[in-house]
């Protein structure tokens, strides 16, 4: 699979909003499953969602009903809309993929990362 880069990190305060996009090539974009993971400072990496190739989307309770996955197939990216961000959602947020058979938020699944885009939530 080829690399996952992303972008639109940034500085934001608590209740904004963010977009993350996650470009790859047309084969890893294809994947099985897609998700989101995210990594706060001093904290292990946990799973914000996903979405399989079929178009299932699941999320992490912390974040259901404020962040919203989706894939632009045509342009062969993955995205994370963030609203109503707060202070706890300061992290390094990573996307990646695998093609395994399931889909799940578990760290081991995933075979191929980005390098990560850093979101900062301040008062």
């Known amino acids: 699979q080829e690399p996952l880069v992303e972008s639109g990190g940034g500085s934001v305060q608590a209740g904004g909003s963010l977009r993350l996009s996650c470009a790859t090539s047309?084969?890893?974009?294809?994947?099985?499953?897609m998700a989101w993971f995210r990594q706060a400072p001093g904290k292990e990496r946990e799973g914000v969602g996903y979405?399989?190739?079929?178009?299932?989307?699941r999320y992490d309770q912390s974040v259901q009903g404020r962040f919203t996955i989706s894939k632009d197939n045509a342009k062969n990216t993955l995205y994370l809309e963030m609203t109503s961000l707060k202070l706890e959602d300061t992290a390094t947020y990573y996307c990646?993929?695998?093609?395994?058979?399931?889909?799940?938020?578990?760290?081991?699944?995933?075979?191929?990362w980005g390098q990560g885009t850093q979101v900062t939530v301040s008062s």
């Open positions: 047309e084969a890893t974009s294809s994947s099985n499953c």
């Open positions: 979405i399989t190739s079929v178009g299932t989307i």
């Open positions: 990646a993929a695998h093609d395994k058979a399931v889909c799940q938020l578990r760290q081991e699944l995933f075979t191929t």
